[in-house]
């Protein structure tokens, strides 16, 4: 009797962690993407700060004033960058050759 019940725990646990598995199989992305967006917005709200300073320094006029992603946070420096080259999009606004 005792083997049936081991044998029976045993399958209990091994469909317990087939359905974990497959639940966090499916979960995982959404889960890093948002870590992702958290670890950015720690990071930038980190140097936004010093980038802003930096940037006010080199006389940038379009710094963003509570940047949220990296893109928001170097958008000028890049702007700045491309205008070096002369490059700039069809709105005007300066931007990498294609």
């Given at each position: 009797m005792?083997?049936?019940?081991?044998?029976?725990?045993?399958?209990?646990?091994?469909?317990?962690?087939?359905?974990?598995?497959?639940?966090?199989?499916?979960?995982?992305?959404?889960?890093?993407?948002?870590?992702?967006?958290?670890?950015?917005?720690?990071?930038?709200?980190?140097?936004?700060?010093?980038?802003?300073?930096?940037?006010?320094?080199?006389?940038?006029?379009?710094?963003?004033?509570?940047?949220?992603?990296?893109?928001?946070?170097?958008?000028?420096?890049?702007?700045?960058?491309?205008?070096?080259?002369?490059?700039?999009?069809?709105?005007?606004?300066?931007?990498?050759?294609?």
């Amino acid at each position: 009797m005792k083997d049936k019940a081991i044998i029976y725990c045993s399958l209990a646990v091994s469909i317990a962690a087939l359905v974990y598995s497959i639940w966090v199989r499916q979960n995982a992305r959404p889960m890093v993407d948002q870590a992702l967006r958290q670890r950015e917005q720690q990071f930038v709200s980190a140097l936004a700060p010093r980038i802003g300073m930096a940037l006010r320094d080199m006389g940038a006029t379009n710094i963003a004033a509570n940047p949220k992603t990296l893109e928001e946070l170097f958008g000028p420096l890049v702007d700045m960058m491309n205008g070096i080259e002369g490059v700039t999009n069809e709105s005007g606004a300066r931007r990498v050759k294609p």
